[in-house]
């Protein structure tokens, strides 16, 4: 289904849409703004799988055993002492 609406650019917004237009890279504005639009439901739906990943691992942390955890010392020990070493 194709809904018609009305839209307003910035002439510089106007300008690159008909650079593009006329360069063949879209066949029309609405094209073009469709393709753009496309770009922003991807976006928006890999930030949230990314959102949902991250919640997901913090989640599965909490929920480790606290036996499974690395020790600060252990981990940054060398580089902590290469750090107050004096040059």
Known sequence: MTVKT???FTDRHHAFLKS???E???AST???VAAAIERMIEDE???ETALNAMAEEIRRRVAAPRDSFVD???T???????LE???
């Open 6 to 8: 009305t839209l307003s």
């Open 20 to 22: 593009k237009v006329g």
């Open 24 to 26: 063949g890279v879209y």
């Open 30 to 32: 609405s094209a073009a």
């Open 45 to 47: 739906q890999a930030r």
């Open 72 to 74: 600060h010392d252990t």
């Open 76 to 82: 940054f020990g060398a580089a902590l002492q290469a």
């Open 85 to 87: 070493r004096p040059e």
